[in-house]
């Protein structure tokens, strides 16, 4: 018998996972909680709900304040070639106040 997505879901919710969906606002709202409270849970979102995220997470003040630059193309083009990372702008998203509570957003394919 092929296993569908919803006897997926069902499986991850009798082991004691939680499993949301919801429009777009709602999903980052959830994030956005997560991420002022503190609270240790991975977020699998879409790339327009991640990007709306990580859009309001960091702004220029935190960015500062972090002490994080852009790359230059150079430094790109050899993290592609030498670590194989195609897309390194949208590797993989870690808050900084986040990185010790264990919280982690990433986007599913499109």
């Known amino acids: 018998m092929q296993e569908t997505s919803l006897h997926r879901i069902d499986e ?3 082991s004691g996972k ?3 969906s919801g429009d777009d606002e709602t999903m980052v709202d959830i994030v956005k909680a997560a991420i002022l409270n503190d609270v ?3 977020f699998y979102l879409t790339r327009e709900q991640a990007d709306a995220v990580k859009a309001w997470y960091w702004t220029p003040e935190r960015i ?3 002490g994080l630059e852009p790359i ?3 430094e790109e083009h050899r993290i592609k070639t030498e670590l194989g990372v195609k897309n ?3 590797f993989r998203y870690a808050p900084y106040c986040a990185l010790n509570s264990g919280l982690s957003v990433r986007c599913i394919p499109s």
């Open 12 to 14: 991850l919710v009798k």
């Open 18 to 20: 939680l499993v949301v």
């Open 40 to 42: 240790s849970a991975s």
């Open 64 to 66: 500062k304040l972090t």
């Open 72 to 74: 230059s193309r150079e």
């Open 88 to 90: 390194i702008h949208n």
